[in-house]
């Protein structure tokens, strides 16, 4: 088992809060997951009927295609009519529904019926470009609402969004527009972050002139700074929406519940991302549940998902679940530590937020400041904590409690995936926590760790995480790849039907499963998933370099940093220089998340006799390890 981060210590159990307990709306973990798996399909039918249907399905669950399932067959749906129309004929239409601050310290606020108006205006621009159903649309944008407008104005055509997250670059843009084949991109002038701009109306032109389908890009204006517009092509948003035809109604889409809601692309073991596919039916049941009961959200909470829009954590938990439980949500533009570390602490005060969750990564990052900065504020509006996107260390577990949450207020982390949808295995907030454990599976949700025969392992025994029956939020297939769906997921445990994670855990004797770490090459940086073909093409696309190796090293701040060790070809001497040519290479190509913390120049790497790069290895050598069994290992 590979990528070990931290070695869950039998830890002490964090009870309740009796406040949060008694309110929860699952006070009782175990008979509701009982009676979930009494009959997993009936339990999600009793779900997706708290949600409106144009019309009705006819089966449930339909496995006779496996491990190509279909949820809810035959119903008649679009997301949009849960997240935005079907609260405009109620008083909470009234609410607000996003309440928004840049970094500079502008806010912008939209009701559901602001909400739903802006997202009308901007499907009719949309429409007026030619997008319809089924087409897919690339959107690159930082975190504003317009990114989130953009979302919804798509899907309620039926079109299919991919949003890209801004930290990629240009080649990594391409290759996502390339594979979508999206004619349409949208995009901004640039972001705010740490007080400056990142200029993502560049990055897009220069990934546009590497992917000849693109025909039009939507610029929002965010920063105001210069940037090219090429006739014919880009167009300010400003300037579409002003057009007469756009107007503030336009009809949603009927969409059938299986149809293509958005691809989202995440990182494997080979050097392609993947496209996540999920779909409209089955992917709103599952997200608007898992927040509901996990979180507890209610009329009155501010949530704040302080993930990025542009990963599956912000698909989910920002945009559609909160708006089809019709809460309020808080989104903000920049970094946590702008202009000065308190920058969160005052956004939870200034707007009351209630619920917050975020990363270990950003805990531990604002946790190294001192707790004097949250101490500055008050935080007593927050009666609920989240984490999400890595194992928490129990340390940032306790700061966080302490610290943030006041003691008062549970810790819930969640374990899932770009490819589950939504949260697998978390608590709710009645049930016992251990801190550094995402604690049990969700009702309906059978997970197990299982060895390489898929037998049970026993308590504390180190193993691969499986799902063991699908779920209404799982992933339908890889965009335009399905060899590659099976291969990935489902190949590992074929004759069981068994859905493969990707990560190792173990469970414990009280049932609780802690989660280790990943089994694939996928590094995990602070919180942002990669993967080590993709920096490793991004190092090979230099011409100084001949070949890389990229692992994935501990650490204690970002939880894995990124190592490359490189061969150079002929004649080309390494030395600091070309190390930081290196670095502005990655940065370019790939994006600032994917910049190696250490580059290193080698003679050879160490490789199997059929020509694999001996991760593994390589990984022990770099840190003065045993190098384990070596037999494998070429001359
Ligand atoms: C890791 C993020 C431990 C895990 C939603 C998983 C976690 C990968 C947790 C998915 C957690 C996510 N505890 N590990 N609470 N949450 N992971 O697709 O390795 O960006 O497989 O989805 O993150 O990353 P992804």
Redesign the pocket.
């Known amino acids: 088992m590979t990528d070990e981060q931290f070695t869950p210590a039998a830890s002490e159990w964090v009870y309740p809060d009796p406040d949060a307990a008694g309110s929860a709306r699952i006070r009782d973990y175990e008979a509701t997951y009982a009676r979930a798996m009494e009959d997993i399909e009936a339990f999600w039918a009793e779900r997706a009927a708290t949600l409106d249907w144009y019309e009705p399905w006819g089966q449930v669950l339909d496995r006779s295609d496996a491990p190509f399932f279909r949820w809810f067959s035959g119903g008649k749906t679009n997301i949009v009519l849960n997240a935005l129309d079907r609260h405009i004929d109620t008083p909470r239409r009234n609410k607000l529904a996003l309440i928004w601050e840049g970094e500079p310290g502008d806010r912008q606020t939209f009701s559901f019926w602001e909400l739903w108006q802006e997202t009308n205006r901007y499907a009719n621009l949309l429409k007026g470009l030619g997008v319809g159903k089924g087409d897919r649309v690339t959107i690159y944008m930082g975190r504003t609402p317009e990114l989130m407008i953009a979302m919804l104005a798509c899907v309620k055509l039926g079109a299919v969004h991919s949003v890209v997250y801004g930290g990629f670059s240009e080649q990594a843009l391409a290759d996502r527009i390339d594979d979508a084949q999206s004619r349409v991109l949208i995009t901004s002038d640039g972001a705010w972050l740490r007080g400056k701009v990142v200029r993502l109306k560049d990055i897009a032109d220069e990934a546009v002139s590497k992917s000849p389908v693109v025909e039009t890009v939507v610029v929002a204006r965010r920063t105001g700074h210069e940037v090219h517009m090429e006739p014919g092509r880009d167009y300010w948003l400003h300037d579409l929406l002003a057009q007469p035809h756009v107007k503030t109604v336009c009809e949603t889409e009927v969409m059938d519940a299986e149809d293509p809601l958005f691809i989202l692309y ?1 990182s494997g073991t080979t050097g392609k991302p993947k496209g996540v596919l999920h779909t409209h039916g089955g992917y709103q049941v599952y997200t608007s549940t898992t927040l509901s009961w996990v979180f507890d959200v209610r009329d009155e909470d501010v949530w704040w998902c302080a993930a990025d829009p542009g ?3 912000g698909h989910s938990y920002i945009v559609y679940a909160p708006l089809i439980l019709g809460a309020t949500s808080f989104m903000y533009e920049g970094a946590p530590t702008y202009p000065y570390p308190d920058r969160w602490w005052k956004l939870v005060a200034d707007y009351g937020i209630t619920i917050l969750y975020t990363a270990p990564t950003a805990i531990r990052g604002l946790m190294r400041f001192g707790e004097a900065w949250p101490a500055r504020h008050d935080l007593s509006s927050l009666r609920l904590l989240g ?6 260390n129990p340390e940032a577990w306790r700061w966080y409690h302490r610290h943030i949450g006041g003691g008062r207020c549970p810790v819930m ?7 589950t949808g939504g949260f697998m295995i978390a608590p709710v907030p009645s049930v016992g926590l251990k801190p550094g454990s ?1 604690t049990r599976p969700f009702p309906g949700i059978d997970v197990d760790v299982v060895d390489e025969e898929g037998r049970t392992c026993a308590a504390n025994e180190d193993g691969y995480l499986v799902v063991k029956q699908p779920w209404p939020g799982m992933l339908r297939t890889v965009y335009g790849d399905p060899d590659r769906y099976v291969d990935q997921y489902w190949n590992a445990y074929r004759d069981q039907g068994w859905y493969l ?3 190792s855990a173990r469970r414990d004797e009280d049932g609780y499963i802690w ?1 280790i ?2 089994i694939d090459d996928v590094i ?1 940086v602070s919180g942002y ?1 990669l993967g080590t073909a993709e920096v490793e093409s991004g190092l090979v696309s230099h011409a100084a370099v001949a070949e890389a190796a990229v692992i994935g090293l501990p650490d204690e701040l970002r939880g894995s940093t990124i190592h490359a060790s490189c061969i150079l070809v002929d004649g080309v001497a390494g030395d600091a220089s070309l190390e930081q040519e290196l670095r502005n290479h990655v940065r370019r190509e790939v994006g600032p998340i994917a910049v190696p913390s250490q580059i290193v120049f080698v003679e050879a790497l160490p490789k199997t006799r059929s020509g694999k790069i001996m991760r593994r290895v390589l990984k022990a050598r770099v840190q003065g390890l045993p190098e384990g069994d070596l037999s494998t290992l070429e001359d």
């Open positions: 995440t990963w599956i954590t984490s999400v996107g890595e194992p928490i982390d969640t374990w899932w995936q770009t490819e995402a994670a990707g990560d989660v770490g990943r995990k998933r």
